[in-house]
């Protein structure tokens, strides 16, 4: 009797290996979430000549913008104050920065959003005391 069990469990322990073997039994086993993938920042040195809609007077500002990686820093220069910006980021087709500017002579700090589309970029400046105003931006030919 113990001869006839133990063949018993030889031969399910075959049949479930064979079984395995081709995939019959066993479920796929499961894989982790699909691995990432790095998107390219957009490169944004250089000069860049921003055009600021302040409700319905155009502004151009002249900015010089140097990147490293996906952070930036630049100079600012126009007609009603000249500037610097800080903490600039770049994210794929997104850019971000502080634009601290002296406009009329007054200390400003405004934050500058955008979307990088090739040699053009569209955003927005948050402007303390005027609201938010729209921009577009493109190198200079």
């Not at 500002?61 to 800080?86: P, R, Y």
């Not at 770049?90 to 959003?113: F, H, R, W, Y």
């Not at 005027?130 to 493109?138: C, L, R």
Request: proline share 5%; charged share 20%.
């Amino acid at each position: 009797m113990k001869k006839n069990l133990m063949l018993l469990t030889f031969a399910f322990s075959l049949f479930v290996l064979a079984g395995t073997a081709h995939g019959q039994s066993s479920p796929p086993a499961e894989s982790g979430p699909p691995a990432k993938t790095e998107s390219k920042s957009a490169n944004i040195d250089g000069k860049w000549t921003f055009t600021v809609d302040a409700g319905g007077q155009l502004i151009d500002l002249a900015v010089e913008i140097k990147q490293t990686g996906e952070d930036f820093t630049g100079s600012m220069a126009s007609a009603v104050g000249n500037g610097s910006l800080d903490k600039g980021k770049v994210s794929a087709d997104k850019m971000s920065a502080t634009l601290n500017a002296d406009v009329q002579g007054s200390p400003t700090v405004i934050g500058v959003a955008g979307k990088i589309e090739g040699e053009k970029i569209t955003g927005t400046m948050d402007v303390p005391g005027i609201g938010v105003v729209s921009f577009t931006a493109a190198r200079p030919k």
